[in-house]
Nanobody, 126 residues
Framework: QVQLVESGGGLVQAGGSLRLSCAAS????????MAWFRQAPGKEREFVAG????????YYLDSLKGRFTISRNNAANAVYLQMNSLKPEDTAVYYC???????????????????WGQGTQVTVSS
């Protein structure tokens, strides 16, 4: 079993930055592809960014490239999402997820992920 706990969300003005963290416990963290998803009110959950087991491969939602950066520290059992130049449309609940079925391929479909955190709210004011 794996537990994922997100932190770092909050209220920020447009143009500001936040760094989300996801702490993992349980099953060998390094044996997973990790990702961040988000869900805004009234919208479907969407893929934000993903990272392979080693951190050597990353993938982003096209519209977020250049503003968001995903990283991981396997020694610390943690994955991070640095979010810069935030916009009101980035407002959502952000979830981290673990895919133990893949090491190098980053799935964009949430059905591929085995474990989820409880989410952390990010609110960007205009």
């Amino acid at each position: 079993q794996v537990q994922l706990v997100e932190s770092g969300g909050g209220l920020v003005q447009a143009g500001g930055s936040l760094r989300l963290s996801c702490a993992a416990s349980g099953r060998s963290f390094w044996r997973s592809t990790m990702a961040w998803f988000r869900q805004a009110p009234g919208k479907e959950r969407e893929f934000v960014a993903g990272i392979s087991w080693s951190g050597g491969s990353t993938y982003y939602l096209d519209s977020l490239k250049g503003r968001f950066t995903i990283s991981r520290n396997n020694a610390a059992n943690a994955v991070y999402l640095q979010m810069n130049s935030l916009k009101p449309e980035d407002t959502a609940v952000y979830y981290c997820a673990a895919d133990y079925g893949r090491l190098t391929t980053i799935a964009k479909n949430d059905h591929n992920y085995d474990y989820w955190g409880q989410g952390t709210q990010v609110t960007v004011s205009s």
